[in-house]
């Protein structure tokens, strides 16, 4: 629900210098053990998914299931780099600048809630999810 005064911050659509730019986020962040548990979580939520597209695709209940593991995948990279921020300022900031459209002072500008915004487009982005469990795909063959 938006609240009179709320911001709306609207990110792009991901591109391949973005994902350069989250390689080198996440190795001075050290992800690999956040790494694991996410795969764990997208090899889950593709078994679910199979066994959702075999079974007719009539169970509601573990569609809702894939949606909640979904959710919780679109959350886990934003939290991460909360967490880690201090790791990878410039780097993080310079990604999140980029996929707002905004060079890395008018980020640094803007207000507090426009940043969290932003934050919160990005943990609801199906997107970004998505893009993820495709990119994990590759290192789990």
């Not at 996410?38 to 569609?63: C, H, P, T, W």
């Not at 487009?121 to 469990?133: C, G, M």
């Amino acid at each position: 629900m938006q609240l009179e005064g709320d911001y709306i911050m609207e990110i792009r659509n991901l591109n391949t210098q973005d994902v350069f730019n989250l390689i080198k986020i996440f190795g001075k962040i050290g992800f690999k053990a956040e790494l694991k548990e996410f795969a764990s979580k997208v090899n889950e939520m593709n078994q679910k998914n199979r066994k959702y597209i075999d079974g007719g695709s009539k169970d509601e209940k573990l569609k809702s299931e894939i949606e909640g593991i979904q959710t919780e995948l679109g959350m886990c990279v934003p939290l991460i780099f909360i967490d880690n921020f201090e790791k990878a300022e410039k780097e993080i900031s310079k990604f999140l600048a980029s996929i707002s459209d905004k060079n890395e002072k008018e980020f640094l500008e803007m207000d507090a809630e426009q940043m969290v915004d932003l934050i919160i487009e990005l943990k609801e982005s199906k997107e970004f999810a998505s893009f993820f469990t495709k990119a994990l795909k590759l290192f789990n063959k």
